[in-house]
C-alpha cells in the first residue's frame, strides 16, 4: 500500500493522490477490486481538510464505484453520500447514487439527489435520462405517500416519451390509488397502446375490463374489452372465465355457453375438457333450450370421462323427455364400453347401468332377449343378485325361446334363497315345457320332500317314477366320474391320499378283535345266499371297484352296517338290514358305507377329527424329522406303527401328498365333512330316495361329525338337483329322459 502520511498526529498537510490512483488503476486493471477498495478505505481514515476538494470527490466516489461493483451496496451509499454532501452537483455521483437508492427503496435520500439532478443536469441530460429521472422521481414519491407529486413526475416523465411503458404503469397505479376511475381507464388504455405483445395486450385488457365492470358497474362494455384481450390472447384462461362469471351475472347466456366451451378447448387433461363441457351443456339446455346441442355436449363429455354421472344423468333425461328409446340404448350401452375400457369397473355403477339398460329393453324396446342378458350382466356386479336375476326370470319364463337363461336365473334365484321352494317350483316347470322329464322330476321331489304344496297332477308325476326298487349300475365308476361328479368339491385330493397311505399302516394298531365284538365263525354272512341285500351288497361294491368285498358280520342288535375296525377288517350287520325288504333303504346304507370303506376315507368312517388331526401331524413328522414335535407314549406308539409300515415307494408318496396338502391350510373337520357328503351322493345314487336318506341319516349308529341330520340333508338335497348329479344319472342309465 502506498502511505500518505508518518502518523496520524502530525499537522495537517494536503497529500499528492497521484500515487494512490497509479495504484489503483493497477488493482483494477488485475481485477483485484476488493484490493483497491482497502487501498481507498485507507485514504479515507485520513481527514477531508489533508485532500483537495476534487481529490476527495475522486476518492469517495471511486470509493463508491469499487464497493457497489462488489455489490456491497450499503457501504457503496454511504460513500456516495459522503460526496454527495460534499458536492450536490457531481454527475458521476448523482447517477450511480440515485440507482442505488432507486433499487433500495430509500425513497426520502433518493428524492433529494434526482431533484439534484434535475436542477443541475436537465439540460444536459438526455431525453432517455430525464424519462428515468422523473420515473425515479415518481416512484420516490409514491413510496413517501405523495401520490399527487408522483402523479405529476409520471406524467412529465410520459411528457419526454409518450410510450414509456414503465412510466404508465407507475402512472396507473398512482391513480388507481388516488381513486379516479376515469384516470385510471384512460391511463390503461395509453398503457396498451404501448404494448408490442399480444399476450400483455390481453392481460392490460383484462384489467380494463375489470375496471368497467367493478368501478363503473358497466358489464356490457367489460365483456367487449375482455373479448378484446380474448382476441389478442385466446389462451388466456382468466379473461374467458371473467367473460361467463359476468355474462352469467347479465343473462348473456350465449356468451357464457360459449365461453365453457372455448374452457373446455384449452383444458390440460380430459377430465378438465369434461367438466367445462357439461357446463356449456348445462346452459344449452336450461338457459337456451338447444336440447340436441346441450345432448351432443353431454355424450361428448362422457367420452372424455366416464364417471361424470352428472352428464350421463342429463343425457338420459333429455332421451327421456325426447322419447327416444333408441338413443337411450345407445347412451348406456356407450357409458357401459367407456368405463369398461377405462377400467372404471365400478360394482354399484355397473349394477344400475345394467339395470337401467334392462328396463329399457323390458319396458320401451320390447326385446326380451336383450332385456334378460342385462339384467343378468346387473345381477353379475353384486353378490347378492335375487333382483335382478328375478326380473330375467319372469321375462325369459314366458319366451320358449328363453327357456335356457330362464333355467340358470332360476337356479341362480334358489341357489341365493334356498328358502324360496316357489322358485324351485317354477324351474320344474320350465323343465316340464323343455320336455326334460328327469330335471323336472328330481325338482319335484325335492319339494315333495320338503313338504311343499304340490297340486295334484305334480304330486302323481313325483309317485309315478318313484320306485322302491333298488336299480343295478351295470359299469363300474370311472375316474371322470368320481372326480366330476360325484366328489364334493371341499374333498381335497392330497389329504385323501394322506390317508389311504395311512390306512394299512394303522390297521393294526386301530384295530379290534372279533372277540371284543363278541363274534364268532357263525357270525360270519354268506354272500352267495340269495337274499336281496347280498344282490345290492355285491352290485354296489362292483360299482365301486372292488375285487374283494368286505367280510359281513353278523349282530343280531346292530343297526344298520358299522365298519368294526376288525383285524382282519370287516362290516358288522344287523337285523334290521339283513332282513330288510326296503330296498332303497338298504341301497343307500350300502353305498354310504362302502364308499367310506375305502382306503382314503377308512380311518375318517371309524376315528374323530382329532385323531385324524394327530395322524396327519404324526405322518407330517415322519416325511420331516427335521421338524420334531411333542410326542405323548400313545403317539409314540403310532409313529413307531408308522415308521414299520411305511417305507421306499410308500414314504415317497407319504412324502409328496404331505408336502402338497401342506401348501394350503389343511382343515380336516372340512375334509371330514367332505367326506361324509360323498358319502352320501354315493348313497342317493344308488337308492335314489331322499327319504331314504334322511331316514337313514336320523338314526346312524357311526356319526361321522357334529353337523345336524337337517344340515348334511341340505347338502345332498342341493346336490340332488345339481348339473352334476342329473348329468351322472343319464350316464348310468337312471335319467327318466331316456324312457
Known amino acids: ?201 390481453s392481460h392490460a385488457l383484462m384489467a380494463l375490463g375489470d375496471d368497467w365492470a367493478l368501478e363503473f358497474n358497466d358489464p356490457g362494455r367489460a365483456l367487449d374489452v375482455y373479448e378484446q384481450a380474448l382476441i389478442e390472447n385466446p389462451q388466456n384462461k382468466k379473461v374467458i372465465e371473467k367473460i361467463a362469471r359476468v355474462g352469467s351475472e347479465v343473462g348473456d347466456w350465449r356468451r357464457v355457453s360459449r365461453a365453457y366451451f372455448t374452457l373446455s378447448q384449452i383444458a390440460e387433461t380430459p377430465a378438465e375438457q369434461a367438466e367445462w363441457i357439461v357446463r356449456s351443456s ?35 333425461s333429455i332421451l327421456v323427455d325426447a322419447k327416444d328409446w333408441e338413443g337411450l340404448e345407445t347412451a348406456y350401452v356407450q357409458l357401459i364400453s367407456a368405463n369398461v375400457e377405462a377400467g372404471n369397473n365400478d360394482p354399484k355403477l355397473m349394477y344400475v347401468l345394467w339395470q337401467k339398460l334392462g328396463e329399457v329393453y323390458k319396458l320401451h324396446l320390447k326385446r326380451d332377449q336383450d332385456a334378460v342378458f342385462a339384467y343378468g350382466q346387473a345381477a353379475a356386479q353384486v353378490a347378492q343378485g335375487f333382483d335382478m336375476h328375478a326380473e330375467a326370470a319372469e321375462i325369459a319364463e314366458r319366451n320358449p325361446d328363453l327357456a335356457p337363461a330362464a333355467i340358470e336365473h332360476l337356479k341362480a334365484m334358489y341357489k341365493e334363497r334356498g328358502d324360496r321352494l316357489d322358485v324351485l317350483e317354477r324351474l320344474g316347470r320350465v323343465y316340464l315345457k323343455q320336455k326334460d322329464v328327469d330335471r323336472a322330476w328330481n325338482i319335484y321331489r325335492v319339494l315333495a320332500h320338503k313338504k311343499h304344496p304340490l297340486d295334484e297332477k305334480a304330486s302323481q308325476f313325483v309317485a309315478r317314477f318313484n320306485t322302491a326298487l333298488f336299480r343295478p349300475i351295470k359299469n363300474q365308476f370311472t375316474s371322470d366320474m368320481l372326480n366330476n361328479h360325484i366328489f364334493s368339491k371341499e374333498l381335497d385330493a392330497n389329504v385323501s391320499e394322506v390317508f389311504r397311505i395311512l390306512k394299512p399302516a394303522l390297521e393294526e394298531w386301530t384295530g379290534e378283535a372279533t372277540s ?39 349282530k343280531p342288535e346292530q343297526e344298520g352296517i358299522v365298519n368294526g375296525a376288525l383285524v382282519p377288517e370287516g362290516m358288522i350287520a344287523g337285523d334290521d338290514i339283513l332282513a330288510s325288504g326296503r330296498e332303497e333303504y338298504t341301497a343307500f346304507i350300502v353305498g354310504k358305507q362302502l364308499f367310506l370303506f375305502l382306503a382314503p376315507f377308512y380311518l375318517a368312517a371309524i376315528r374323530p377329527a382329532t385323531d385324524l388331526q394327530a395322524f396327519f401331524m404324526l405322518a407330517a413328522s415322519l416325511v420331516h424329522p427335521e421338524r420334531p414335535i411333542d410326542l405323548t407314549k400313545e403317539s409314540e406308539q403310532v409313529l413307531k406303527h408308522m415308521k414299520k409300515k411305511i417305507k421306499g415307494p410308500a414314504f415317497d408318496q407319504l412324502k409328496s401328498a404331505v408336502d402338497k396338502a401342506s401348501r394350503y391350510e389343511v382343515d380336516l373337520v372340512k375334509w371330514l365333512n367332505a367326506v361324509e357328503d360323498t358319502a352320501n351322493r354315493v348313497g342317493l345314487i344308488f337308492c335314489d330316495d331322499l327319504d331314504a336318506a334322511r331316514e337313514y341319516l336320523q338314526n346312524e349308529p357311526q356319526k361321522i361329525g357334529n353337523r345336524s341330520v337337517d344340515q348334511r340333508m341340505e347338502t345332498l338335497i342341493s346336490y340332488s338337483i345339481s348339473s352334476e348329479y342329473l348329468e351322472l344319472r343319464s350316464r348310468i342309465g337312471h335319467s327318466l329322459n331316456a324312457g
Not at 160 to 179: E, F, K
Not at 294 to 309: C, I, K, M, N, V
Not at 534 to 551: A, C
Request: proline content about 4%; hydrophobic content about 35%; overall charge negative.
Open 1 to 201: 500500500m502506498t502511505e500518505v502520511a508518518s502518523t496520524p498526529d502530525q499537522s495537517p498537510e494536503l497529500v499528492d493522490l497521484s500515487k494512490v490512483k497509479e495504484k489503483l488503476t493497477e488493482f483494477i486493471q488485475g481485477g483485484q477490486l476488493s484490493h483497491g477498495v482497502m487501498l481507498l478505505e485507507q485514504i479515507s481514515r485520513w481527514p477531508d481538510s489533508t485532500r483537495y476538494l476534487s481529490d476527495n470527490l475522486w476518492l469517495y466516489g471511486k470509493l463508491g464505484d469499487l464497493q457497489r461493483a462488489l455489490e456491497q451496496e450499503d457501504d457503496a451509499m454511504t460513500s456516495y453520500q459522503r460526496a454527495f454532501e460534499l458536492d450536490p452537483r457531481n454527475l458521476n455521483v448523482l447517477r450511480p447514487y440515485s440507482d442505488l437508492l432507486f433499487h433500495n427503496q430509500k425513497n426520502e435520500e433518493g428524492l433529494k439527489v434526482v431533484q439534484a439532478m434535475l436542477l443541475h443536469h436537465k439540460r444536459q441530460l438526455s431525453d432517455k435520462e430525464v424519462v428515468g429521472i422523473y420515473r425515479q422521481l415518481g416512484t420516490f414519491y409514491e413510496g413517501l405517500g405523495k401520490l399527487e407529486k408522483a402523479q405529476t413526475s409520471f406524467e412529465k416523465a410520459l411528457e419526454q416519451d409518450p410510450m414509456d411503458q414503465v412510466s404508465l404503469s407507475g402512472l396507473l397505479r398512482v391513480v388507481g390509488q388516488i381513486g379516479e376511475p376515469l384516470d385510471v381507464i384512460r391511463v390503461r388504455q395509453k398503457l396498451i397502446r404501448t404494448l408490442d405483445d399480444p399476450i400483455a395486450r
Open 516 to 554: 371284543k365284538w363278541g363274534l364268532k365263525r357263525k357270525n360270519r354272512v354268506n354272500l352267495d345266499e340269495p337274499l336281496a341285500f347280498n344282490r345290492i351288497y355285491k352290485s354296489v361294491g362292483s360299482t365301486l371297484g372292488y375285487q374283494n368285498l368286505p367280510e359281513l358280520w353278523y
Open 282 to 316: 348445462e346452459v344449452a339446455r336450461d338457459e337456451l333450450w338447444e336440447s340436441d346441442k346441450a345432448l351432443a355436449g353431454f355424450r361428448r363429455a362422457l367420452e372424455l370421462d366416464p364417471s361424470r354421472l352428472d352428464a350421463f344423468k342429463a343425457v338420459t
